[in-house]
């Protein structure tokens, strides 16, 4: 089991950058298929990035690539998502999740077995 817990979240002009940290406890990242996620009011959650467990693999929605990275930090057992040019379009809660599932279904969100809390982006002039 893990816990996760996002940061780096907040209010941000359009063209700016967020860097977004999710912090694992209790076992490590690379035992899991690694994803952020992103739901905007009134909107269904989305997939934005994913990571596989070797770090080998990344996946991106096709809205977010180019801007976004995705990356981890295995000696701090955390992930990152950087995130440049935000668009206001990119404003939603962001959540991080993890999954035992296989690597190839990395875009359904009802396959992950472990999420945080979510954490705030704001894309506003």
């Known amino acids: 089991q893990v816990q996760l817990v996002e940061s780096g979240g907040g209010l941000v002009q359009p063209g700016g950058s967020l860097r977004l940290s999710c912090a694992a406890s209790?076992?490590?990242?690379?035992?899991?298929?690694m994803g952020w996620f992103r739901q905007a009011p009134g909107k269904e959650r989305e997939f934005v990035a994913a990571i596989s467990r070797s770090g080998g693999n990344t996946y991106y929605a096709d809205s977010v690539k180019a801007r976004f990275t995705i990356s981890p930090d295995n000696a701090k057992n955390t992930m990152y998502l950087q995130m440049n040019g935000l668009e206001p379009e990119d404003t939603a809660v962001y959540y991080c999740a993890a999954g035992t599932m296989y690597e190839g279904w990395y875009r359904l969100s009802s396959l992950y077995d472990y999420w945080g809390q979510g954490t705030q982006v704001t894309v506003s002039s």
């Open positions: 209790g076992r490590t990242l690379s035992s899991y298929t």
